[in-house]
């Protein structure tokens, strides 16, 4: 029987491995008819794609429906328009206001988690994983603290897909009471400038090749506000409770890591390639393309599954195991080229520190299966709910 892959089935969200292995190795081209798509699922076709933005255009969105193409966003914009606007985020993405976040974090995560320290346990997503990140991309971007509770239960609807893919009334309105939100936020910050991160891309200038340059207005700061506050938090917040999955899957790397905060960086990186957060990245082909002896016609969407690379045992041997040593020299989990991901060091800082700060408090938890429930989304992998039992 040949292969299905339909990313809105819940039960290939619910564990899309199975799948993933088929495609690698039955149909690295695959097409399905009913939802008009094309998919590469091995890791050397999918790196390939990332490096040829020109063939493999942004524009059209990067999800399976498209619904964000035409949107103001950094991610739907293709060179050169996309170079001249990203060169003004990267430009406040310093390092050093990354690593100044830190101090932060580590308070945030105290907040967190001491209440829970003697407890019986917690739901790890609604009491941690979605904290922190919004927290600490609210302090970055400088989203006021009465105001973050509500960008996340406004992304929390945004984010939600029915069976079919559709994106449901509520999810509309809820991207519009963002974008209202965020826009008062904006109008408000013009008037009171600070050190955050709305503050200097209100007072940053976009220049073109020519060296032409002008200022955002108000509407399209609240866009690039609003893509960098989801994009700095469902991920986090998935890769973590996706992260305390694995290690209580792993008890004996558990414990190693709870002794040994230094194999932290490494065991990250695992995280990610072992149950990927932003789980596949979508494309449009400009012209035909031909691979594996097939050919995707021009104009087609091309969905490129980053769960399915990270998992490709032509790149990484034993992929289905967890291994905090696995030696990884080359990722796709925050995507490669022109889009890579400019919050990277930042989510690796973060799920450095929430992992050290979670171990130390809680080196052992058991998982209550009975109240676990994944999010329902074709390319955020990630749960909704993660109760753990504590001894
Ligand atoms: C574990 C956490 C994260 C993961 C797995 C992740 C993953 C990704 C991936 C795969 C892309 C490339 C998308 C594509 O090529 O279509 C991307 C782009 C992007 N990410 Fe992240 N991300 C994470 C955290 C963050 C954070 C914390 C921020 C910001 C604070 C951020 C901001 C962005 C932005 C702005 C882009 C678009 C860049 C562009 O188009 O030039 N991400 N991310």
Redesign the pocket.
């Given at each position: 029987m040949s292969v299905v892959y339909n990313p809105y089935v819940f039960e290939t969200q619910h564990n899309p491995y199975p799948v993933y292995a088929r495609l690698r190795d039955e149909e690295p081209v695959y097409y399905n008819p009913d939802l008009d798509f094309w998919a590469l699922s091995r890791y050397a076709d999918v790196l390939a794609a990332?490096k040829d933005p020109v063939t493999f255009d942004?524009g059209h969105g990067?999800t399976l429906e498209g619904g964000e193409a035409g949107q103001d966003l950094?991610?739907t914009k293709d060179p050169p328009v996309?170079d001249w606007h990203?060169k003004v985020?990267s430009r406040v993405f310093t390092p050093r206001r990354v690593n100044g976040l830190e101090p932060f974090m580590r308070a945030e995560c105290a907040r967190l988690l001491d209440p829970y320290v003697g407890s019986s346990g917690f739901d790890v997503v609604e009491q941690f994983s979605i904290q922190l990140?919004l927290a600490v991309?609210g302090e970055?971007l400088g989203i006021p603290e009465s105001q973050r509770q509500e960008v996340h239960h406004l992304a929390d609807r945004l984010f939600t897909r029915g069976d079919d893919g559709t994106v449901s009334e509520d999810a509309a309105t809820a991207m519009l009471e963002m974008g209202l939100l965020l826009y008062g936020i904006v109008v408000d910050r013009r008037d009171h400038l600070g050190d955050d991160v709305i503050s200097l891309l209100i007072s940053s200038e976009v220049t073109d090749d020519d060296g032409n340059g002008w200022y955002l207005t108000d509407e399209e700061l609240a866009t690039r506000v609003l893509?960098?506050a989801f994009?700095?938090h469902e991920?986090?917040a998935r890769?973590v409770a996706n992260g305390v999955v694995a290690l209580s899957w792993y008890p004996d790397q558990r414990a190693e890591l709870a002794a040994d905060p230094g194999l932290l960086p490494n065991a990250v990186e695992e995280m990610?390639r072992w149950d990927?957060?932003?789980h596949y990245?979508g494309r449009w082909t400009t012209t035909d393309v031909t691979l594996h002896d097939t050919t995707i016609p021009a104009d087609s969407r091309v969905v490129l599954i980053?769960g399915a690379a990270n998992h490709d045992e032509r790149v990484y041997a034993d992929p289905e195991l967890f291994d905090l040593h696995r030696k990884i020299d080359t990722t796709v989990?925050?995507?490669y080229g022109?889009?890579?991901?400019?919050?990277?060091s930042?989510?690796r800082l973060?799920?450095r520190v929430a992992f050290d700060e979670f171990l130390h408090r809680f080196p052992e938890y058991g998982i209550d299966e009975s109240g676990v429930e994944r999010m329902r989304s074709s390319n955020v992998r990630g749960l909704a709910k993660l109760p753990i039992t504590l001894p």
């Open positions: 990332h942004n990067v950094l991610i996309h990203r985020v990140p991309i970055l893509e960098l994009a700095g991920t986090v890769l990610l990927a957060p932003s990245q980053t989990s925050f995507g022109v889009h890579f991901c400019l919050g990277a930042l989510a973060e799920t």
